[in-house]
């Protein structure tokens, strides 16, 4: 079992950037993609963007062209880089991480986008 430590979240203002970072650990089999999802306030978890060992990408629309997800596979760590934060991005942010095998899920971090 993969476990995964986040951090980065908090409260910024509208425009703002936040970065959010994921620790990977446990993996004896290497991890093939890690990536972002969130969660708002009564609706359902979706992905932001998730990367894979071989640096492909994928991103919700609603993010392309304002967040940038990155890893160091040497690290087993994945990042994402927001900006241009909008009161819709406010959410709980779950790191994810698949082996290939199984998913892991971190506990989640708050991201609270406010004037």
């Known amino acids: 079992q993969v476990q995964l430590v986040e951090s980065g979240g908090g409260l910024v203002q509208p425009g703002g950037s936040l970065r959010l970072s994921c620790a990977a650990s446990?993996?004896?089999?290497?991890?093939?993609?890690m990536g972002w999802y969130r969660q708002a306030p009564g609706k359902q978890r979706a992905l932001v963007a998730v990367?894979?060992?071989?640096?492909?990408?994928d991103y919700a629309d609603s993010v392309k062209g304002r967040f940038t997800i990155s890893r160091d596979n040497a690290k087993n760590t994945v990042y994402l880089q927001m900006n241009s934060l909008k009161p819709e991005d406010t959410a709980v942010y779950y790191c994810?991480?698949?082996?290939?095998?199984?998913?892991?899920w971190g506990q989640g971090t708050q991201v609270t986008v406010s004037s």
């Open positions: 990367m894979t060992s071989g640096f492909s990408t």
């Open positions: 994810y991480a698949y082996t290939g095998l199984v998913g892991s």
């Open positions: 446990g993996s004896n089999s290497g991890i093939y993609a």
